[in-house]
């Protein structure tokens, strides 16, 4: 299985050289070729299996140079019933008669970023013998929260690479920042922006493909690498577990073999959401995409008139993961849906650049309108549906997982589709202690975010997680901030270039 950038249908890699890279030269991002089909015996063969086992199957289909055992090597370390608080790896919680909570956070970082960085650095480090031995890695991570963290997790310590996560210096919650700002581990640097996620984003896919810079790290023996989900890397096991909930649920009787599922992401890159429909392409019987933003809404609007337009405010919310105006893997799914027009892709995408703004043709809106429903909330609606779940069904969700019942709900008024639904719940209630609390009782919230959780705690009857409970009284090892514009510098000086 070959790979091709979304920019330069001829520009093709192997696995190992996608993942290795994590963006393609001209700025584009690696797809597969083809997408593997699955049958419903294929599905079926893997009920009973573990979580390890069914990533290692699926990714075989698509790391072809990858051995067997270099694969399940990976898998068996990301994937060690030790680092997951639930013995699954992932958890299917019902609520109601018809809504299922896809719980992947249940990892060392209490978000779902895990899922897939538990294995990226496994996955980069086979990679990076295959195609450059002896370089040395350098991760580069712009995070709107959760990606820094879990990525830090992953890399911590992993011989042969460095890391260095930007994130928005008001742009993530208390809890999120402390689990960047106390993170242990030599390789690592941590730096706060004055800007937003979309600034951060930018930034280091500018760095990426910097041909100067390119050139300098050569000369030290290093290259780039990159840890969001414009690598391949962190989307391939990503699909991964949108297969498996669907064989879990056939296999605990919720729903018949064949029977279509609808699924709802809360979106902020397009990275989550694009999973959903790779699975669905290869073959899982999925219903509707329901794409849920909250007030950043660009995306429901793309959905809604095919036009993507960035230009507008960005607001700073509740669900600050999803505070995003540029959702790079949207490029992925264009690609797909425009019969992989490189040429297209690339008009798009140049405009978008230089004004902000481009339409897609007639033929890929009435695709999108087929496999896809947008819907957005404010920060009211959030919090009114956390409070609602939790009365009704004594179910806690965090805010982004809110955002997401939310637009399941309003997908199901308007159009009176009665399909089960699948909601990707994303992370742990306990990293958003404070809107969670406020959501769910009428009395004052403390300030400090330990206290939060300990009062979510009580509420709910559920264990504060350990890892965050471990964040107290750490000392803090980076704190400042830095223009945006100064991330160039900043990289230099931590690479000595
Ligand atoms: C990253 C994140 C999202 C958005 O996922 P994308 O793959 O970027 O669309 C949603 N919720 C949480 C909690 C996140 O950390």
């Known amino acids: 299985m070959n790979y091709h950038s979304t920019r330069n249908s001829a520009c093709t890699v192997s696995a190992a050289e996608a993942i290795a890279r994590g963006i393609s030269e001209e700025g584009g991002l690696f797809v597969p070729e083809t997408l593997p089909q699955l049958t419903m015996d294929d599905l079926c063969a893997l009920a009973g299996k573990s979580y390890a086992e069914r990533a290692g199957r699926i990714l075989s289909l698509f790391l072809t140079d990858f051995s067997e055992e270099e694969l399940s090597r990976c898998v068996d370390s990301a994937y060690s019933p030790e680092k997951f608080d639930c013995e699954g790896i992932t958890q299917l919680s019902k609520v109601g008669e018809e809504t299922y909570f896809l719980e992947l956070w249940h990892g060392p970082t209490c978000a779902f970023k895990d899922m897939a960085l538990q294995l990226l650095p496994h996955l980069m480090t086979v990679s990076a013998e295959k195609t450059a031995p002896g370089e040395e890695i350098v991760v580069l991570t712009a995070t709107s929260g959760d990606t820094g963290k879990a990525a830090m997790e992953g890399f911590k310590d992993v011989p042969g690479t460095r890391m260095l996560v930007f994130y928005p210096e ?105 999973a959903a429909f790779y699975a669905k392409r290869m073959g899982v019987p999925f219903g509707t995409l329901i794409c849920a933003s909250n007030e950043n809404n660009v995306l429901t609007d793309f959905l809604d008139a095919g036009i993507y337009d960035r230009n507008r405010p960005f607001y700073t919310t509740l669900s600050p993961s999803m505070d995003i105006l540029i959702s790079s893997n949207l490029e992925r799914l264009l690609y797909e849906l425009s019969g992989r027009d490189d040429e297209a892709v690339r008009e798009w995408f140049s405009l978008l650049a230089e004004e902000g703004e481009y339409e897609v043709s007639d033929e890929v809106k009435d695709r999108l309108a087929d496999e896809f429903f947008g819907s957005c909330c404010g920060d009211d609606e959030t919090l009114e549906t956390i409070g609602r779940l939790f009365k009704e069904y004594g179910y ?91 991330m160039e510098e900043a990289v230099r000086s931590l690479l000595t270039l």
């Open 170 to 274: 008001d742009g993530v919650s208390p809890m999120q920042k402390l689990q960047m700002t106390t993170q242990e581990g030599g390789n690592l640097s941590v730096c706060a922006i004055q800007g937003n996620f979309d600034a951060a984003q930018s930034g280091v896919k500018k760095l990426f493909t910097d041909p100067a810079m390119i050139r300098e790290l050569k000369e030290k023996g290093m290259r780039f690498s990159s840890a969001n989900s414009i690598n391949w890397g962190r989307l391939a096991p990503q699909i991964v577990y949108y297969i498996s909930a669907y064989v879990t649920l056939m296999e605990k009787g919720e729903i018949l073999p064949g029977e279509e599922v609808n699924v709802a992401v809360p979106t902020g890159n397009f990275g989550n959401i694009l």
């Open 396 to 486: 806690l969700c965090d805010t982004h997982t809110a955002v997401a019942v939310k637009a399941a709900e309003d997908y199901r008024e308007s159009t009176g589709d009665e399909r089960k639904v699948l909601i990707a719940s994303t992370a742990s209630p306990f990293k958003f202690s404070g809107s969670v609390l406020q959501a769910i009782s009428d009395g004052p919230v403390p300030e400090n975010p330990f206290e939060q959780a300990e009062r979510l705690s009580a509420l709910s009857g559920l264990p504060v997680p350990p890892s965050l409970r471990a964040l107290q009284g750490k000392p803090v090892r980076f704190d400042g901030s830095i223009p945006a514009e100064r």
